[in-house]
């Protein structure tokens, strides 16, 4: 069974207190997804990538600008073989970690994202990342939309307000969405 691994903007910016738009307590979930990066058969990271007037700037303070620092990921989190598809229609490359790049919260806004799943031939998924009531809740229900199982893990996944992040993860459930912790996959 091929399980592929949807770790979800862990980007400097989001995760460490310096960031331009840090999720508080996010720094904790590092060591987490770099093991599960590490451990993952295969990773698909999703990253903001954002232009300088990006319009998503509209509702979000500026974040994750193109090749700045707050855009990247921290380095434990890397793979060596990986690979960027940019959110411009481009050929599906695969390698053990795919950096998706996005510009708006949906990570099915980028148009390659149904051709890397065919390419991908996934039997289920696991997310994880921040944030759980934005971009984890659309990337965990879009999964789930494709008829694959998908199980998110509970604590490798950070929000902003508790309240709306305990929705989001009912309404995955409640899908059929599987819920469970990544010391799960460990064992």
């Known amino acids: ?83 960027t598809i940019p959110t411009a229609p481009c050929a599906i490359s695969l390698a053990r970690q795919i950096i998706l790049e996005k510009q708006q919260l949906d990570l099915f806004t980028n148009p390659n994202l149904p051709d890397l799943l065919k390419a991908l031939q996934a039997d289920e998924y696991v997310v994880y990342g921040v944030v759980t009531e934005y971009c984890v809740g659309l990337a965990a229900l879009g999964l789930l939309a494709t008829g694959k199982p998908v199980t998110l893990l509970t604590d490798a996944i950070q929000s902003l307000r508790d309240e709306d992040a305990a929705k989001t993860v009912q309404d995955f459930a409640s899908r059929g969405g599987k819920l469970s912790e990544s010391v799960t996959l460990f064992s």
């Open 1 to 83: 069974m091929k399980t592929v691994f949807f770790d979800i903007d862990t980007q400097i910016d989001f995760l460490y207190p310096a960031g331009a738009l840090y999720v508080p307590g996010s720094e904790r979930l590092v060591p987490v997804i770099s093991r599960l990066n590490q451990q993952a058969q295969v990773v698909v990271s999703t990253t903001c990538a954002h232009a300088e007037n990006d319009p998503e700037f509209q509702q979000w303070p500026p974040h994750c600008v193109r090749d700045t620092a707050g855009q990247s990921k921290p380095q434990s989190t890397l793979l060596a073989e990986r690979v």
